[in-house]
């Protein structure tokens, strides 16, 4: 056996149905298409939740509740988060360079910081909003708030 004498083993494989070639070709005619319909016609290409015709999953189903196209979304940062930061990295003040430094947000994010956890050093923390047991605690512990 050599590369000039391979082969595909017997039935792995087939021709191609080559439709839309005449009569002689055994798919003249309606080219394999059938008689009338969307799909005989040429351009046809199914929409996206068409059904046949049917009325649609997504037309069928109720729409409720409401959608505030106004909404700000806040990432969460916990003061335990900020606790845990400024010890490793021995810092006094944490602001959004910080946290999208250390990972904790995205460059995009707007940040509220929560009142999970404690503070034990005095931070000057910069942020979009805080929660108001994170602003006393923060303030108690020495430190101070900045809100952008």
């Known amino acids: 056996m050599e ?26 005619g309606y080219s394999t298409r059938g008689l009338k319909g969307a799909k005989s016609r040429s351009g046809y290409s199914r929409k996206l939740g068409f059904e046949g015709g049917q009325m649609p ?12 196209l106004k909404r700000v979304e806040f990432k969460p ?16 003040v944490i602001n959004i360079e910080t946290l999208i430094a250390a990972g904790f947000i995205s460059s995009n994010d707007k940040v ?5 956890g404690s503070v034990t050093k005095a ?23 900045e809100k952008m």
């Open 3 to 28: 590369l000039n004498n391979l082969k595909p083993a017997k039935g792995a494989t087939h021709h191609d149905k080559r439709v839309g070639r005449g009569a002689g070709s055994g798919h003249g």
């Open 112 to 116: 509220k910081v929560l009142g999970n």
């Open 123 to 145: 931070l000057t923390v910069t942020a979009h909003a805080f929660s108001k047991s994170a602003e006393a605690a923060i303030v108690a512990a020495g430190g101070s708030v």
């Open 57 to 68: 999953l997504q037309r069928r189903l109720p729409k409720f509740g409401f959608k505030n």
């Open 77 to 92: 940062v916990n003061l335990s988060t900020l606790e845990e930061l400024a010890t490793k990295k021995s810092l006094e």
